[in-house]
């Protein structure tokens, strides 16, 4: 059994990410057992100045575009990454899985870099490429939620064929599920309703996650995606991305369930972002995500930055800012929170000041620290340098 404790100028513990001066985190076999001011162990790391917070949840990303980074700007982006006729899916269709691998160790100690602990990660090809993701994931310290998509899918749905349920699409999701994956869905419109209940069925019979695209473009908006959500993917394991076109009575309708917001995508090609004020007074806990590797780069500080920006007068406060990264994915069952009883992973940020007003901690996190910042990640007694 190793014991340690770690001491920093501030820690965030808890939910409600509540500052502590001078904070102790006590650790015993990866697992927080007590919190104060006193260490409970010879062990003593003291880490200086820095604000010790939970490691980072990325609750949407695209990781299998990456070696398309060059095309940004250069083509419309569904003649990039849109399916089925975009340059990844034609290149995913041809390439080997043990050919992207250097790729994606790259791409994952980047995003490990950032702070980032637990990523949400769609596959596109999911039965062709989700062990080389998982893998390299996992191996760059990564805790990954795979979301695999299916090979099969519609361009559109011909209104006699929503009874349709095409056999290798079911094959596929049946294997996703046996495998304990989490299933992708591009949009609600690229499958029949049969498709998606049975989708919805078979991945909520074992608790896994099913995430789709809703209402990102006017177009999916207007053809009625979000009525094709919620009629089908009601399940309390669905996760909503981007939903840049919803209105104030739409978000009403939405469901307790988790939503995910891009914001520097969504900015990138729809020029908004979603109404996250008003889903936070439906009560919904939304979340943020960095989407597509070859368009944006997967840096979550850069992300909560626009949203503070973007969002000034809507009374959206830095503490709800920073639970999108943290607590509230955590609340829907990704990533991590400082507490006694929970694993510790923990991420120390370097104060670049001679100190932190306490009270000011949520502020000075959202509008201060960059990637540069992340100074070590801790997983359970083991503390990384960060190199950046």
């Not at 190793?2 to 920093?8: A, N, P, V, Y």
């Not at 498709?195 to 990102?216: C, D, F, M, Q, Y």
């Not at 972002?273 to 979340?287: A, D, E, N, Q, V």
Request: proline residues 4%; aromatic residues 8%; glycine residues 8%.
């Amino acid at each position: 059994m190793r014991r340690l404790s770690i001491k920093s100028l501030i820690a965030l513990v808890d939910q409600e990410l509540i500052p502590i001066k001078d904070a102790v985190i006590d650790i015993s076999d990866d697992e927080v057992i007590g919190i104060g001011k006193i260490p409970g162990s010879n062990n003593v790391v003291d880490l200086g100045n820095v604000i010790l917070m939970p490691q980072l949840t990325n609750a949407h990303i695209h990781v299998l575009d990456y070696f398309l980074m060059d095309l940004f700007n250069k083509y419309y982006i569904d003649d990039v990454v849109g399916a089925p006729y975009g340059l990844k899916y034609y290149y995913l269709r041809k390439a080997k899985p043990e050919s992207l691998r250097n790729g994606l160790a790259m791409v994952f100690r980047r995003i490990r870099s950032y702070g980032i602990g637990c990523l949400l990660s769609i596959i596109e090809y999911g039965k062709s490429f989700t062990d080389v993701v998982i893998e390299e994931a996992r191996r760059a310290g990564l805790c990954i939620v795979p979301l695999a998509e299916p090979s099969v899918f519609r361009t559109y749905v011909r209104p006699n064929e929503e009874e349709d349920i095409n056999e290798k699409f079911e094959d596929e999701i049946k294997y996703f599920v046996d495998r304990g994956f989490g299933i992708s869905l591009i949009s609600p419109l690229n499958y029949t309703m049969a498709e998606l209940k049975i989708a919805s069925k078979l991945g909520g019979s074992r608790g896994l996650p099913i995430s789709t695209h809703v209402s990102e473009t006017e177009d999916t908006y207007s053809d009625g995606d979000l009525d094709r959500a919620l009629s089908t993917l009601m399940i309390g394991n669905t996760v909503f991305v981007h939903l840049t076109q919803l209105n104030d009575g739409d978000i009403m309708r939405l469901p307790m369930l988790p939503v995910v917001t891009c914001p520097r995508s969504n900015m990138e090609f729809t020029g908004k972002i979603p109404k996250i004020s008003t889903m936070i007074r439906r009560g919904l806990r939304p979340l943020i995500g960095t989407d597509n590797v070859a368009l944006v780069e997967p840096d979550p500080w850069e992300e909560i930055k626009l949203v503070r920006l973007l969002m000034r007068g809507e009374e959206l406060h830095s503490i709800n800012i920073l639970k999108m990264l943290t607590s509230w994915a955590w609340s829907w069952g990704f990533g991590y929170i400082i507490r006694e009883g929970e694993l510790m992973r923990g991420l120390a940020l370097q104060v670049g000041y001679e100190g932190v007003d306490i009270n000011y901690v949520h502020d000075y996190v959202i509008t201060r620290i960059s990637s540069m910042d992340v100074a070590y990640i801790i997983n359970g007694s083991e503390i990384i340098k960060v190199t950046t």
